[in-house]
């Protein structure tokens, strides 16, 4: 719990899974959220939002 699943994929991979197992459908809201409070991309990780490191 709380902690990134390496087996689900990474947001540089084709087609990464974490997105679609962790976020469901709220990865584009999530993903906008994240664009406008950290537009910098200050805070980061591997498996972020939406599949894409914004």
């Known amino acids: 719990m709380n902690y990134p699943d390496g087996d689900f994929g990474v947001a540089t991979a084709p087609d990464p899974a974490h ?3 962790y976020y469901k459908g709220n990865g ?3 993903q906008e959220a994240k664009k406008y409070w950290d537009p910098k991309n ?3 990780h591997e498996q972020p939002p939406g599949g894409v490191d914004c």
């Open 19 to 21: 997105s679609r197992l």
């Open 28 to 30: 584009a809201r999530l």
């Open 42 to 44: 200050h805070f980061h």
